[in-house]
């Protein structure tokens, strides 16, 4: 999960700087249409990996709310292991 989210992070700054690229375009007389399907793919990126981040970051408290409660049911100290 994690190296899909950083995949999809990394696709999203590319994507990101194509749009600046078709952006700096558009400014020297190119076209918009492109810009815009460059930024829109960008921005599905970048909300897919945060949304993928936050999933994995409530899967790890769940598990370690387990694991915390498995050290306190066996009388393993938990402090040091977070």
Known sequence: MTRFTIG??????????????KGVGVIHGGGALSHMYWATGA??????ADFF??????????????????CEKHGVPFEGLE
């Open 8 to 21: 999809l992070t990394i696709i999203s700054l590319a994507l990101l700087f194509i749009a600046y690229g």
């Open 43 to 48: 921005l599905f990126a970048a909300a897919a």
């Open 53 to 70: 981040a936050v999933a994995h970051l409530a899967r790890s408290e769940r598990m370690l709310r387990q694991f915390r409660a498995l």
